[in-house]
């Protein structure tokens, strides 16, 4: 059995909960969500009402994928693409609306489950490897792994990951990043530096549920690991 919590920005109606109960076990967490409660879960589901809540979902989110790669879903009655766009960037794995049915609900969250179960299964073990190196390539703004050219970089992603490779080993914060990347004072913009931090690692990393390049620092920053 799968094991479920849920957050709740919003009432909900008690039908959603019903129907994964077949397949999951399923425990109301709170919005501080804390890593312990996460190394027992296998999914994670965020309840909002609606697009005005997009900021503390975000958060939630954010607060998530800080400390774990737990499949998430969003579910809000009313919700709009550009919601359902931000949801993803900052690392939600699908969004449910009242535009679908709860069969559909259902299927989704199992089926993803499935499959990420499967491959943690079949994931090989890296303990004893060294991680393969890479190369950045400056005039091309590009990034070489193990010799073979990444996707390419956007200007903003190649940045990003050079300031990381400037401080190898160690962490840096997201106030240094934002600072440096968009040249502007920090106000707490976690999100756009998650959005960019998403795009990097989808190019680079060949398992981004398990990264190997840039590790997550618990509400700090980021940190490029010695390879």
């Not at 697009?51 to 998530?64: G, N």
């Not at 690392?91 to 679908?100: C, L, N, P, S, V």
């Not at 199992?110 to 299964?121: D, F, S």
């Not at 190898?168 to 931090?197: P, R, S």
Request: hydrophobic share 35%; net charge negative.
């Amino acid at each position: 059995m799968y094991h479920i919590g849920y957050v709740k920005l919003s009432e909900i109606e008690e039908e959603y909960i019903h129907s994964i109960k077949k397949e999951c076990s399923v425990e109301e967490i709170n919005q501080n969500i804390s890593s312990q409660q996460l190394k027992t879960k296998d999914g994670i589901i965020i309840f909002s009402k609606n697009d005005e809540m997009i900021c503390a979902a975000s958060e939630v989110i954010l607060k998530i994928r800080e400390q774990s790669n737990a499949f998430i879903r969003i579910i809000a009655p009313q919700m709009n693409n550009i919601s359902k766009v931000v949801f993803l960037q900052l690392g939600a794995d699908g969004t449910f609306d009242d535009e679908q049915s709860l069969d559909i609900l259902r299927l989704t969250i199992i089926n993803a489950l499935k499959r990420r179960m499967v491959e943690q299964q079949e994931k090989p073990e890296r303990s004893n490897e060294e991680p393969p190196s890479f190369i950045l390539d400056n005039r091309n703004q590009a990034i070489k792994i193990e010799g073979k050219p990444t996707a390419p970089l956007t200007n903003l992603e190649y940045r990003t990951l050079q300031l990381l490779a400037d401080n190898l080993g160690n962490t840096v914060t997201y106030e240094e990043i934002y600072e440096a990347i968009w040249h502007q004072k920090y106000t707490d913009e976690k999100y756009k530096i998650a959005n960019v931090m998403f795009h990097i690692r989808g190019k680079i990393e060949e398992d981004t549920s398990n990264p190997v390049y840039i590790k997550t620092v618990r509400s700090k920053g980021y940190l490029l690991c010695e390879v």
